[in-house]
């Protein structure tokens, strides 16, 4: 029906940081629209929320749907262009976005908006997620 991967850059490439990147979410056609990328989402996010506090994604600029599912996971957009680490782009635009983790909940329990396209998109808890512009590399 659908499958997807999560892949470890340990080097950046200008805006797109080392780090846990979504990749390559695909559902079959005559499976879409039930909520499975969805699904595959979450389960990704949430893996990488137990490993880091930034998750990235990089997809074709055309690609709505895609852009769409991500943005209600709270991925923000960083940076356009014409590739970002090996991955280049039909038609020459791709679009860099990332996540910040959610904050905990305080009274210790774990978040359910960590499995939820509704967590929240800033995700920084007192100022320890972010990008440290120092970082980044122009263009
Ligand atoms: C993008 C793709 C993975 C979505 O798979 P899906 O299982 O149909 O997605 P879901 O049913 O989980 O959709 C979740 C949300 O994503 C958004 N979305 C999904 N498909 C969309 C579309 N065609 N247009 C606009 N928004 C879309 C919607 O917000 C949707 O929520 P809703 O159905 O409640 O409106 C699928 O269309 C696909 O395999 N496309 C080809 C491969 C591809 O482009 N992958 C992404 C590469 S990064």
């Known amino acids: 029906m659908g499958w997807a991967k999560t892949h470890l850059w340990d080097y950046g490439d200008g805006p797109a940081l080392p780090g846990h990147y979504l990749g390559g979410v695909t559902v079959r056609p005559d499976f879409r ?12 996010v949430q893996w990488i929320w137990e490993r880091a506090e930034v998750a990235w994604f990089v997809v074709n600029a055309s690609n709505h749907a895609s852009l769409t599912l991500h943005r209600g ?15 280049r782009f ?26 939820s396209r509704e967590a929240p998109t800033g995700g920084v808890c ?12 122009a263009g």
Request: overall charge neutral.
């Open 33 to 44: 629209r039930r909520g499975i990328a969805a699904e595959l989402t979450g389960a990704r």
């Open 126 to 137: 007192d100022g320890a997620v972010g990008i440290d512009p120092s970082q980044h590399e």
């Open 90 to 115: 039909d038609g020459g635009e791709g679009v860099l976005l990332r996540a910040a983790r959610p904050c905990p909940d305080p009274r210790g329990r774990p978040s359910a908006l960590a499995w």
């Open 73 to 87: 996971f709270g991925f923000q957009e960083v940076a356009r262009g014409p590739a970002f680490h090996s991955v």
